[in-house]
């Protein structure tokens, strides 16, 4: 794994757990925030941290935002701090920003001034939870962006028989990657494989295709 060099500004909940969790996986983590108590909280927890403006450009440059491989502006509540330190970083040159939004104006705004990824943490986690509750038999997803996922399946009365009678393919145009039973991985499995109840299915396709089969299995 290729260590990355990653900026985090803002430190409430949401940075914190990104910087910190980011070191734990051992990247390199520059960790700012205009608090310093926030500051002094992820000091031992991050590579290092510091008390820093990022919505004045000056401080920014100071240390070095276009150096990092990400930057990650995590600024909560204050939506004017949040789109400057956005701005400052991607006008400093900065390759890849990811930028929090508290609601679909900011996330417009965000885009629009340049941001590489915009995430809205509560509204994401919202979607998924629902997701799984309604349909459970969705354990796990994972977004690869550009609209494609990976989910993993429980196999439940509707998905008896083999994958060439199933032709998952076919009618959802999605794609069986792996299959999982009793603790063993089957990596691309057979036409003629069966499957049987509780097998989990690895599925890659577009977010649209994907809901097209949770529809099917949750009827």
């Known amino acids: 794994m290729k260590t990355k060099q990653c900026l985090v500004i803002g430190l409430g909940r949401f940075g914190t757990a990104v910087a910190t969790t980011l070191y734990e996986m051992g990247h390199e983590v520059v960790a700012i925030d205009q608090n310093e108590e926030n500051v002094e909280r992820v000091m031992n927890l991050v590579t290092h941290a510091a008390v820093v403006d990022a919505s004045d450009e000056r401080a920014l440059r100071a240390i070095g935002a276009s150096d990092f491989d990400v930057v990650v502006v995590a600024i909560g509540t204050d939506v004017q701090a949040n789109i400057l330190a956005t701005m400052n970083a991607k006008s400093l040159g900065a390759p890849y920003v990811v930028t929090k939004a508290v609601d679909e104006m900011a996330r417009r705004v965000l885009e629009r001034i340049g941001a590489d990824l915009v995430i809205r943490p509560e509204h ?44 998952l393919t076919g009618r959802f145009n999605v794609q069986i990657i792996a299959i999982s039973r009793g603790g063993k991985v089957e990596v691309t499995p057979r036409a003629e494989d069966d499957l049987r109840p509780h097998d989990k299915l690895v599925v890659i396709g577009t977010a649209h295709n994907l809901d097209d089969l949770r529809r099917y299995l949750g009827e």
Not at 130 to 148: E, H, K, S
Not at 151 to 159: S, Y
Request: no cysteine; glycine share 10%.
């Open 124 to 167: 994401d986690m919202g979607v998924r939870l629902a997701r799984q509750i309604a349909t459970p038999n969705i354990v796990d997803t994972l977004d690869l962006g550009g609209d494609y996922a990976i989910v993993e399946i429980e196999a439940n009365e509707r998905l008896r028989g083999t994958l060439r009678d199933l032709n």
